[in-house]
């Protein structure tokens, strides 16, 4: 962590939705000198709650935050792929009578009630000082911003005329790196290949984009996921450590 830059960020957007001054420790690693000026700026800042997405493989870093009462809330794994053999024809559909088509805005209510359901493996629900129906709404408000010019790639699935799942992303525009975001489906459409169908309609999207590499993040504990993903051709990329600091 360079010293002369600012070793936290406040989240101006998560404060006004929590209700509670929330910032992002800057950098994955900790010292007994950084984490002193972490601390110190917290107490400036008046923060309620630190974000700390650490580098896992680091002992110093896991050790000086727990000694300090960051919570561990998620082991956060990212997978990676390059998509220069993706062939969006030939690739395989698992999914027969189910439509992916771009998300439109009479869609959003839909997907907002698949959000608010489908994150029980997130940080925040782990997290017991934020409570189910923030977080829920939190997930609800990010799939509409998305959904409404938010995201770059922004795709639903359809079943007997239903809104059944979505899926959204971003793309760099400084690396042409595509960046899955969310994804979601209803409890009647699991296991039935649609999330596997929207995730691969994905990776067509950004084929047909010019982007040649994709990374998505997901849960330790999300193992259905990881299955998912990997039979998909990704590769593990990291594995980090999310903590969370309450000071109040």
Known sequence: ???????????????LFFGCRIARLNGSRLTER??????KWCQKQEIDCLYFLADSDDPRTVWLAHAHDFQLVEVRITLERWLKDWDPVTRPHDAPGVVIREA????????????????LDSRFYFDPNFSE?????YYATWVNN????GADLAIVAVKDEETVGYITGLIDRHTNQGIYELTGVTDSARRGGIGQELF??????????????????????NIATQRMI???????????LYFHKWFR
């Open 200 to 221: 691969r309609s994905g990776l067509d999207w950004y084929v047909r984009h010019g982007v040649d590499y994709l990374w998505v993040a997901t849960q330790g504990r």
């Open 1 to 15: 962590m360079a010293e002369t830059s600012e070793p936290c960020q406040f989240l101006e957007w998560d404060t």
């Open 133 to 137: 129906e923030k977080w829920s709404e």
């Open 146 to 149: 998305s959904c409404s010019g």
């Open 104 to 119: 439109r805005p009479d869609d959003i209510p839909a997907l907002q009630a698949i959000a608010r359901t489908s994150y």
């Open 34 to 39: 950084s984490l002193n000026r972490v601390l």
């Open 230 to 240: 990997q039979r998909n051709g990704f590769i593990s990329k990291s594995c980090q």
